[in-house]
């Protein structure tokens, strides 16, 4: 249930230009190119042969001390960023090697899809090499001129966004902690990044959340993932699932791959699921209509919902905040019911703001003269119960929305961090 919850989800997304992948290097692991680790131990071997500087280099990989490793390494070996930039250029070409089929890899099958744009961490030129005749251009985001608008402009861009650098401009490549830092540290690229992930949805493929680099970018950047994204795993534990969907508002769609062949099987699968199209044609006949279900499955994952803990930190009973619960949960499976009916997003966008005015002509006439977060939501689910679509009335007369999931459509606004839909003064969500 959940994994065929995820998928609608990421179908629309994908529908509406709003998906956009982040490839990671387990995503080129079928084409010999080196781990992190190997790559270091791969840079010492080229610059030196003595043991006393490979030995330790070795072990410190060994522990996942990569940054330490470096450092060590370009200590004794009496190397620069720029050594380390042309050696990684110079492994690239050395080591990629093509598979022996497409089936076991996964770039052809991004290469069928139809994506506006791609980001990766990866130095290599694979996607480009199976994107190009998508009209696709690498970018490095660091050095790039570009405006914000142009950058949300799916018109004119088609970009693969290269976060680290890329071979084919060696000097962009970023492998040590203190380039690292400096990029991070970089206004323009703080702004351009989250412009990506606060417009658009993360599908994440290829990543560990074990690689300390890949952790590191989500630390420096956990405040700009406040929509929902989404990561492909093999196999993850409770913890990792619950530690990504806790801090970074992240979403695990897992798989279980037996060898290392099977990785690129079940990603296909997967990709292949959210590129299958939904039945477009608005259908009015009473065999389409959906029952409401119970919660229950979802009741996890809803408590860990923004929504949720905004009405949780105001002076709110329990049994409000219950019926929260029950409110978003069927107004959410409303939205999909629309949208599996093939009902326009414009639509759909447009009664979420009309329920968002209602929102700002209760906070000013209830909230603001009684401060009383209680009251104030109450009288919001009883206004939304009456609300009215006008116009839009008809559009949806054979489908129109329950008085639950009515009253659900504020608590899908909250639960979007870029709207300002609270319940009181209060802010700290961490309570």
């Known amino acids: 249930m959940k994994y065929k919850r995820q998928i609608s989800d990421l179908q629309n997304l994908y529908e509406n230009n709003r998906l956009i992948p982040f490839i990671g290097s387990g995503l080129s692991y079928p084409f010999n190119i080196p781990t992190w680790g190997n790559f270091i131990i791969e840079i010492a071997k080229r610059n030196t042969d003595q043991v006393t500087i490979i030995e330790p280099v070795t072990n410190l990989v060994g522990q996942g001390e990569y940054d330490f490793a470096l450092e060590f390494l370009m200590r004794m070996a009496k190397l620069d960023d720029r050594d380390?930039?042309?050696?990684?250029?110079?492994?690239?070409?050395?080591?990629?090697?093509?598979?022996?089929?497409?089936?076991?890899?996964?770039?052809?099958?991004?290469?069928?899809?139809?994506?506006?744009?791609?980001?990766?961490?990866?130095?290599?030129?694979?996607?480009?090499?199976?994107?190009?005749?998508?009209?696709?251009?690498?970018?490095?985001?660091?050095?790039?001129?570009?405006?914000?608008?142009?950058?949300?402009?799916?018109?004119?861009?088609?970009?693969?966004?290269?976060?680290?650098g890329n071979m084919y401009d060696t000097g962009t490549i970023v492998m040590t902690s203190n380039k690292y830092k400096d990029l991070y540290s970089q206004e323009k690229y703080r702004r351009l990044f989250s412009l990506l992930s606060g417009t658009n949805t993360f599908l994440m493929i290829g990543f560990s959340f074990d690689d300390p680099y890949i952790r590191n970018l989500f630390e420096e950047y956990q405040k700009d993932f406040v929509a929902k994204h989404y990561i492909i795993l093999n196999n993850p534990d409770d913890t990792t699932i619950m530690e990504l969907k806790e801090k970074y508002?992240?979403?695990?769609?897992?798989?279980?791959?037996?060898?290392?062949?099977?990785?690129a099987i079940e990603i296909s699968k997967i990709l292949k699921d959210i590129q299958k199209k939904k039945n477009k044609s608005i259908k009015s006949s009473t065999e389409d209509t959906y029952y409401l279900e119970e919660p229950s499955e979802r009741e996890e994952e809803i408590e860990e919902s923004l929504f949720y803990k905004k009405v949780k930190i105001e002076d709110i009973d329990n049994l409000t905040l219950e019926?929260?619960?029950?409110?978003?949960?069927?107004?959410?499976?409303?939205?999909?019911?629309?949208?599996?009916?093939?009902?326009?997003?414009?639509?759909?966008?447009?009664?979420?703001?009309?329920?968002?005015?209602?929102?700002?002509?209760?906070?000013?006439?209830?909230?603001?003269?009684?401060?009383?977060?209680?009251?104030?939501?109450?009288?919001?689910?009883?206004?939304?119960?009456?609300?009215?679509?006008?116009?839009?009335?008809?559009?949806?007369?054979?489908?129109?929305?329950?008085?639950?999931?009515?009253?659900?459509?504020?608590?899908?606004?909250?639960?979007?961090?870029?709207?300002?839909?609270?319940?009181?003064?209060?802010?700290?969500?961490?309570?």
Not at 111 to 129: K, P, R, V
Not at 135 to 148: D, G, K, V
Not at 249 to 261: D, G, P, Q
Request: negative net charge; hydrophobic residues 35%.
């Open 84 to 164: 380390i930039q042309e050696d990684i250029k110079s492994i690239l070409i050395d080591f990629i090697k093509h598979p022996e089929t497409s089936e076991m890899h996964n770039y052809l099958d991004l290469a069928e899809m139809n994506f506006q744009s791609i980001i990766t961490t990866n130095y290599d030129g694979l996607l480009h090499e199976f994107l190009k005749s998508k009209n696709f251009m690498p970018q490095n985001l660091n050095s790039t001129s570009i405006s914000a608008h142009e950058l949300t402009n799916e018109k004119i861009l088609k970009k693969i966004w290269h976060l680290h």
């Open 249 to 263: 508002r992240i979403e695990v769609l897992s798989y279980k791959a037996e060898k290392n062949e099977d990785h």
């Open 323 to 431: 019926l929260s619960k029950d409110y978003f949960f069927h107004a959410d499976s409303y939205i999909r019911f629309l949208r599996d009916r093939g009902f326009s997003e414009s639509l759909i966008k447009t009664i979420l703001r009309i329920v968002e005015i209602n929102y700002k002509e209760q906070w000013k006439g209830i909230y603001l003269s009684e401060k009383d977060s209680q009251k104030f939501i109450d009288v919001m689910h009883d206004t939304l119960r009456e609300v009215s679509y006008g116009r839009y009335n008809e559009v949806i007369k054979n489908c129109e929305p329950l008085d639950l999931e009515k009253k659900g459509m504020i608590h899908l606004l909250a639960d979007d961090m870029k709207k300002e839909i609270w319940w009181g003064e209060n802010r700290d969500l961490d309570e």
